[in-house]
């Protein structure tokens, strides 16, 4: 099963096989070409969320939640949930700081990397800064949600032209200015998981919840 989607420069569908435990993209004749599937020969534990940088690194999220039994499956053969980063073939652990990474975007102009960890103890929101060699540094605490109400911790993540981030959080969708200001919070009829960007403008988000697809302008 998939779960993160995204397109490359090329217009190609980059896809988080969730079940399949790697990551593939969606050639223009419909064949499959695997970019990441094992970290030092041991397989991914289920890719998540994803996005690319503009020199055309993938960064995803690789924590446990697609084995029926999360942290405790049997088949889990990497002791960490990581980020990671692969680029001309060559894949690289880039932080492991997270118990459970799921949301994932870079700002704007690229200085900075959010994750979201989906931790019920430790819900926050990390912002690094990225590296010329594609390294992450000073990650710090970004937004901390774990005293809101509501069970679902930080899920899929993106963010607008101006920097402001749109993270699905317990309650709903928070929006969040590039200086950690909670703008408002989006309530749907089923939360929302993940989002994307559409419409000629550019300017309506489309939202994936629990049953259904909805879609907001902004």
């Not at 899929?156 to 950690?180: C, R």
């Not at 994307?196 to 909805?214: F, V």
Request: with cysteine.
């Amino acid at each position: 099963g998939s779960n993160g989607l995204t397109l490359d420069r090329q217009r190609r569908l980059t896809i988080n096989q969730h079940g399949n435990r790697r990551v593939v993209r969606m050639e223009k004749n419909g064949q499959l070409t695997v970019l990441a599937d094992h970290y030092e020969g041991k397989r991914l534990n289920s890719p998540n969320d994803l996005v690319y940088k503009s020199d055309g690194a993938l960064y995803f999220t690789d924590p446990p939640f697609g084995l029926p039994k999360f942290f405790d499956d049997p088949r889990k053969e990497l002791p960490f949930s990581g980020v990671f980063a692969v680029k001309d073939g060559n894949l690289k652990l880039v932080t492991k700081d997270f118990t459970g990474p799921n949301g994932i975007a870079f700002s704007p102009d690229e200085k900075y990397l959010y994750v979201g960890d989906w931790d019920e103890k430790k819900k926050v929101v990390i912002r690094y800064e990225v590296q010329p060699d594609g390294s992450l540094a000073n990650g710090k605490v970004f937004l901390d949600m774990t005293s809101e109400p509501g069970e679902d911790a930080i899920d899929g993540m993106k963010i607008d032209k101006a920097g402001n981030l749109y993270v699905s959080g317990p309650g709903g969708l928070w929006i969040i200015s590039p200086e950690g200001k909670h703008l408002g919070t989006i309530i749907l009829p089923k939360h929302p998981h993940n989002f994307a960007w559409g419409d000629a403008d550019g300017k309506t988000l489309y939202l994936c919840a629990r049953s259904g697809l909805y879609r907001i302008k902004l």
